[in-house]
């Protein structure tokens, strides 16, 4: 099973501080080769620079593997949308992957569960790899309802890809409450809800599920990764804040690659 530590980057860093955030990833990855798969989301304009550091060898001539993704991307090919990034725009540049469906993205703008789905046939059509976002409301978990909520986001979305498609998605579980608020699922919550997911994933995927990175996401910090990491059905995690920093982001790495790949 792959293990993976997403940063997303968010509304966040300028072109400077963008470019120095990268250079200090790049070179850590270049000096320390790793099991973990790393992926960096900085913000639209800072993507084909950002490419082009992460695939910069170091001083020593050794290469960075750091797969660059985008935040968001149109469900369209092309055409009349002013303001809009398309995923071959995406891939002229190099990007290889792109997270959709963020709960930011369903709240502030009114992203429904359809158009994340066609988003994510789009990404796949391009070979581009979904990184694919859902998870529940504070409301939904206290009533008791967020299985439903994160199995209705599944299957309208993903619900019409093949399982072949389905083996080129990440997905990432990020509980709306937990989001920047310093308030983290505890690992049971993210057990059942991740063991819920894979489960999901196994009547769309047959047993192509069992290989479906599964990301956890909110307040994901070094001092609790690895209680989350150490999880059966938690592949990694999808980190916000701590991924504005090298140090909290390559200390997360360190923690997935020593719970997951134990010498
Ligand atoms: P935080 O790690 O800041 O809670 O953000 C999580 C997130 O939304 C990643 O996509």
Redo the contacts with the bound molecule.
């Keep these: 099973m792959r293990t993976i530590v997403a940063g997303?980057w968010?509304m966040h860093t300028d072109a400077g501080g963008a470019m120095a955030l990268l250079g200090e990833l790049a070179d850590w990855s270049a000096a320390n080769p790793t099991a973990v798969e790393l992926v960096v989301a900085p913000p639209f304009p800072f993507l084909a620079a950002a490419v082009q550091r992460a695939a910069q060898p170091d001083a020593m001539g050794r290469k960075p593997a750091i797969l660059i993704a985008a935040q968001n991307c149109h469900e369209q090919e092309q055409g009349a949308f002013t303001g809009e990034v398309s995923v071959p725009m995406l891939r002229s540049l190099g990007v290889g992957a792109c997270?959709v469906g963020?709960?930011?993205r369903r709240q502030y703008f009114g992203e429904t569960d359809e158009a994340v789905g066609r988003k994510v046939a789009m990404l796949l059509k391009h070979g581009l790899q979904p990184i694919y976002?859902c998870g529940e409301q504070r409301q939904e978990r206290e009533a008791g309802t967020h299985r439903e909520t994160v199995a209705r986001q599944m299957h309208a979305a993903l619900g019409a890809l093949t399982p072949m498609e389905l083996a080129r998605v990440v997905v990432?579980y990020?509980p709306v409450w937990?989001?920047?608020?310093g308030l983290t699922a505890t690992p049971d919550q993210a057990q059942e809800m991740h063991a819920f997911i894979r489960g999901e994933l196994r009547k769309l995927a047959g047993e192509g599920a069992e290989s479906i990175p599964i990301l956890y996401?909110?307040?994901?910090?070094p001092d609790n990764a690895e209680g989350l990491f150490a999880l059966n059905d938690i592949n990694g995690g999808?980190?916000?804040?701590?991924?504005l920093q090298a140090a909290s982001f390559i200390e997360l790495v360190r923690i997935a690659g020593t719970v997951k790949y134990p010498r």
């Design positions: 997303n968010k997270i963020h709960s930011e976002c990432a990020e937990a989001i920047g608020t996401g909110g307040s994901c910090k999808l980190i916000g804040g701590a991924a």
